[in-house]
């Protein structure tokens, strides 16, 4: 079993930056991809960005490119997500989650919720304008 509890969302300013947490529990979190999605109100769960087991693999949507940087650490167990120079755009509860579609020690990286298994109860940020 694993439980991954987010953490540092809040309140931000345009322009500002903001750093998000993943702390997960369970030996097997830090074999496997892990990625950050967010939704906003009346839209669909998107992903934001995510980083193979070993850290060496990122990837991250569009519009994240450039602003945001996922990165992990996992002798803590715990995935972080920087980001800079957000938008209201950006306003959304964010979440983690591990890729268990992904596989054991591997590079794969997917972009749809289905392929994870493992979820946390979401962090909330807003950003005003």
């Known amino acids: 079993q694993v439980q991954l509890v987010e953490s540092g969302g809040g309140l931000v300013q345009a322009g500002g930056s903001l750093s998000l947490s993943c702390a997960a529990s369970?030996?097997?979190?830090?074999?496997?991809?892990v990625g950050w999605f967010r939704q906003a109100p009346g839209k669909e769960r998107e992903f934001v960005a995510a980083?193979?087991?070993?850290?060496?693999?990122?990837n991250y949507a569009d519009s994240m490119k450039g602003r945001f940087t996922i990165s992990r650490d996992n002798a803590k167990n715990t995935v972080f997500l920087q980001m800079n120079s957000p938008s209201a755009g950006d306003t959304a509860v964010y979440y983690c989650?591990?890729?268990?579609?992904?596989?054991?020690?591997?590079?794969?990286?997917?972009?749809?919720?289905?392929?994870?298994?493992?979820w946390g109860q979401g962090t909330q940020v807003t950003v005003s304008s």
């Open positions: 369970g030996r097997t979190f830090s074999s496997y991809t």
């Open positions: 980083i193979s087991w070993s850290g060496t693999r990122t």
């Open positions: 989650a591990r890729c268990g579609g992904c596989g054991y020690y591997t590079s794969n990286i997917y972009y749809t919720p289905k392929n994870y298994d493992y």
